[in-house]
């Protein structure tokens, strides 16, 4: 059982940062994926980012590109969204994701979110 747990949300002006992290109860390289997910509400679950842990190949939403970066920290086994120039459309709770594999059988594991409100 892997678990996530989120910090790091909170209010924020647009046009200014946030950083969120997530901590894991798992070697990072046990996980192939860490990423962030988010839900506005009334909206669907979007990825915002994510990462393979073993190769490093990111990707990111086009909504969030040139703004967000995913970065992991290996040593304390965590995973940091940090988002600058935000905007009133980033308002969601935001989600870390592990995924794992158990042969082919993929695992997905969620914390439980943390609430971001962006202010025009």
């Known amino acids: 059982q892997v678990q996530l747990e989120e910090s790091g949300g909170g209010l924020a002006q647009a046009g200014g940062s946030l950083k969120l992290s997530c901590a894991t109860s798992?070697?990072?390289?046990?996980?192939?994926?860490m990423g962030w997910y988010r839900q506005a509400p009334g909206k669907q679950r979007e990825l915002v980012a994510h990462i393979f842990t073993r190769g490093g190949a990111i990707d990111y939403a086009d909504s969030v590109k040139g703004r967000f970066t995913i970065l992991v920290d290996n040593v304390n086994n965590a995973v940091h969204l940090q988002m600058n120039n935000l905007k009133p459309e980033d308002t969601a709770v935001y989600y870390c994701?592990?995924?794992?594999?158990?042969?082919?059988?993929?695992?997905?594991?969620w914390g439980q979110g943390t609430r971001v409100t962006v202010s025009s």
């Open positions: 994701n592990a995924r794992a594999y158990d042969g082919s059988v993929p695992y997905d594991y």
């Open positions: 798992q070697n990072l390289f046990r996980l192939i994926v």
